[in-house]
Structures are given as C-alpha cells and as structure tokens.
C-alpha cells in the first residue's frame, strides 16, 4: 500500500490589510491577463521549499520542527516594486509578475534556519529570491506583454509595504 505524503511548504502571509490591498492588483492582472494560478493561494512569501512528510510521521515532524525554530527571532519584510520575468518550470519556459522582498540579513538568518532542519526534506535549495508573486504559470507570452503594458510605471512607482 502507497504511503500519503504530506508536502510542506513554509510561508509569511501580509497582515489582512496589505493582503486586500495586494489582491486588488492580483485581480486586476487576472483579468487582463487571463491567468488564475496565482489567484489559488494568498498572497504569501515562501520562506522555505517543502519538506515531503509520511502522513503518518507529520506529528513527529512537527513536534521535531517546532523545537528546532524556537530559537528564530521575528523579522520584517519590505517590498521593493514590482518586477516581472521568466521561470523554468519541468523544462518550459513560464511568465510572472511579482514584488521583490529586501533581502535583509535577518530574512537569510530565518531562511538559513530553516533549511537547516533536513528531516524529510524535498530537495537541496541553493538559491533563494524570496518574492511575493502577482501571477505565474498560466500566463501566456501575449497576455505578459499586455500585463506589462498596463503596469507600465507601477512596476518602478508601485507601492510598497512593510510588516
């Protein structure tokens, strides 16, 4: 019999305020691009890749994790405009639009902590660009054009925020 496997993934989510705020841009880029992907989660900053958990050991692995992060102190995050660009995603080329997060000392502290806890861990994270994404995966190359055009100097001038 096949095991269920619990994937993890560790994210920061903005106060609700900034999350309203955040969606009426990812709302707007839903309609004129056409692309809903982003649209299935919060607006969220992934701090750490997934850990593939046994269904069965997920009690153990949170009792483990949770005593290996109470030392993490609180950190802030800032977004730094909005950007877009091209992923690699099972070899296809993809579009997304996102804001950038300032990479402060304290957020790699946090994220190096994190990756140091290895039990049931998905894959080896070299890189980490943390960002709070707008629209990815379902985009096409017309609809990023036009996305791009309508955001045209929001992308420098956007707002940012602070939590």
């Known amino acids: 019999m ?3 496997i619990i994937r993890f993934i560790i994210i ?30 919060p607006p969220h900053i992934t ?12 009690p153990v692995y949170f009792k483990l ?23 690699q995603s099972q070899g296809e080329s993809k579009h997304y639009f996102y804001y ?3 990479l402060t ?16 861990k998905k894959q080896e994270q070299t890189y980490y660009s943390p960002h709070l994404t707008l629209a990815f995966e379902d985009l096409s190359d017309e609809k990023y054009k036009e996305v791009k055009q309508y955001l045209g100097e929001k992308m420098q001038s956007a707002r940012n925020y602070y939590w």
Not at 13 to 41: F, H, M, W
Not at 47 to 58: D, H, I, K, S
């Open 47 to 58: 701090l750490r890749t997934g850990a593939l958990v046994p269904e069965n050991e997920t």
């Open 105 to 120: 000392p304290e957020l790699v502290e946090f994220h190096k902590r994190l990756l140091s806890f290895e039990l049931y």
């Open 12 to 41: 920061t989510t903005p106060p609700k305020q900034i999350q309203d705020e955040i969606n009426v841009l990812r709302y707007e880029i839903s309609r004129i691009g056409d692309c809903r992907e982003a649209l299935n989660y």
């Open 2 to 4: 096949n095991e269920k």
């Open 65 to 87: 994790f949770d005593k290996h992060i109470k030392e993490l102190k609180p950190f802030s995050i800032t977004t730094q405009g909005i950007d877009g660009g091209i992923y």
């Open 100 to 102: 950038r997060i300032n």
